[in-house]
């Protein structure tokens, strides 16, 4: 149980296009899901929190208008990084919670989205 | 504010041989401690999920115990396929919905 579907797994575009990201949990309701970034040998950088209706939080240092996050539904999250560059390369992982907001469950993550701006 | 620090930062082991894997916390006041295993070019994999101090959980050759302060990763007689990187991460009551993660213990058992 507890699977999370990410998808694509591997994205290679030219500068200045935008990549739509998506997050999907299989098996169950999503109250929470969360975007993470990761870089080579490096942990997770939170990018932002979102709840299934609402406006994601975004972690300080985070554009708003670059990374648009969009939580449509209880099994749904999408990600687009708008005008992507070769600096927005990286590792995108997203992840999937249940249950309330401040609870102790932990999140479910997908497999990771490998993006690369050419 | 909530810190999580993950030693060693690598380690490299033959197989059968047992080790430990350590993470030290801070947190103001603990919700849970989460262990997880994470493979190159992968998202992070569920382990182990602590509540409070004492609590011990196991899974085949992983056995993940408590402290106040910090949480031990035991693996017993490890195999080739227990290379990965192991990840600790906090949930504290002043931090909402986040967790925060360790930097990561990468472990590498040789055949």
């Known amino acids: 149980g507890a699977v999370v579907s990410q998808h694509p797994s591997w994205v290679i575009c030219k500068s200045g296009t935008s990549v739509k990201i998506e997050c999907r949990s299989l098996d169950f309701q999503a109250t929470t899901m969360f975007w993470y970034r990761q870089f080579p040998k490096q942990s997770l950088m939170l990018m932002a929190t979102s709840n299934e209706g609402s406006k994601a939080t975004y972690e300080q240092g985070v554009e708003k208008d670059k990374f648009l996050i969009n939580h449509a539904s209880l099994t749904l999250s999408t990600l687009t990084v708008t005008s992507a560059h070769p600096e927005d390369s990286s590792f995108y992982i997203c992840s999937a919670s249940w249950g309330q907001l401040d609870g102790n469950q932990p999140q479910h993550f997908g497999d990771g989205t490998r993006l690369s701006i050419l | 504010e909530d810190q999580v620090t993950q030693s060693p930062e690598a380690l490299r082991l033959q197989e059968g041989e047992s080790s430990s894997l350590n993470c030290s916390y801070t947190v103001s006041g603990l919700r849970g401690l989460f262990w997880y295993r994470q493979d190159p070019g992968k998202g992070p994999e569920f382990l182990f999920t602590?509540?409070?101090a004492g609590e011990e959980k196991e899974k085949e050759r992983l056995k993940a115990t408590l402290t106040k302060k910090e949480s031990f990763l035991h693996i017993t007689a490890p195999k080739p396929e227990d290379s990965a990187t192991y990840l600790c991460?906090?949930?504290?009551?002043?931090?909402?919905?986040?967790?925060?993660f360790g930097s990561g213990t990468r472990l590498s058992i040789r055949p």
């Open positions: 602590l509540y409070s």
């Open positions: 991460a906090v949930k504290g009551y002043s931090s909402a919905s986040k967790i925060i």
